[in-house]
């Protein structure tokens, strides 16, 4: 089994950009799809990217994923910073046990 | 519009079993996995459990493998998970989760049910 490394917690200011990374503990970053998972406070998660880089309709183009084979690492990242998207994020990805989470980054907005 | 609707939390005492629901509509409910995930207070998502569009695939977490079954169907829309010998770290929001097509993941979650496992 491997995991998925985030920080705890990133901070930065409206109208910037902001990513987050998710580093894979073994095994390629690009053998299996990594999909980002939003969850503002008090609500369910949503899916912001899924196979990597793909936006779920209705995801604004801020939003990007992307992966990086030479740190092993997939990130998020968002642009033009909006107060709306301070939240948890998580990465989730897969091999042979389905379904491994990284353990959430806060991003704070102020 | 998709929907995923979740109930049957509620406190239980140690030992005890449940059986949550998840009720899906606005999408071909037999075309899809499922899964739930859940997260115990102020912690991270964990994964549960998932299906298979036809129920010929199905995976556990080692905490819950030999206590939890997934099942649904697919008639009715619904997706189920009995949960027996509940234990304190059980204590959980359970949210169910559509499947993503071609990948292991979620794309549509449902709001959560509560559960928590309580002397």
């Known amino acids: 089994n491997f995991m998925l490394t985030q920080p705890h917690s990133v901070s930065e200011s409206p109208g910037k950009t902001v990513t987050i990374s998710c580093t894979r503990s073994s095994g390629s970053i690009a053998s299996n799809y990594v999909q980002w998972y939003q969850q503002r406070p008090g609500s369910a998660p949503t899916t912001v990217i899924y196979e990597d880089n793909q936006r779920p309709s209705g995801v604004p183009d801020r939003f990007s994923g992307s992966i990086d084979s030479s740190s092993n690492s997939a990130s998020l990242t968002i642009s033009g910073l909006k107060t709306e998207d301070e939240a948890d994020y998580y990465c989730?990805?897969?091999?042979?046990?389905?379904?491994?989470f990284g353990g959430g980054t806060k991003l704070t907005v102020l | 519009e998709v929907q995923l609707v979740e109930s049957g939390g509620g406190l239980v005492k140690p030992g005890g079993s449940l059986r949550l629901s998840c009720a899906a509509s606005?999408?071909?409910?037999?075309?899809?996995?499922m899964n739930w995930v859940r997260q115990a207070p102020g912690k991270g998502l964990e994964w549960v459990s998932s299906?298979?569009?036809?129920?010929?695939?199905?995976y556990y977490a080692d905490s819950v493998k030999g206590r939890f079954t997934i099942s649904r169907d697919n008639a009715k829309n619904s997706l189920y998970l009995q949960m027996n010998s509940l234990r304190a770290e059980d204590t959980a929001v359970y949210y169910c989760?559509?499947?993503?097509?071609?990948?292991?993941?979620?794309?549509?979650w449902g709001q959560g049910t509560l559960v928590t496992v309580s002397s």
């Open positions: 989760a559509r499947g993503i097509v071609g990948a292991t993941g979620a794309d549509y």
């Open positions: 606005g999408f071909t409910f037999s075309s899809y996995s």
């Open positions: 299906i298979s569009s036809s129920s010929s695939y199905i």
């Open positions: 989730q990805s897969y091999d042979s046990s389905p379904w491994v």
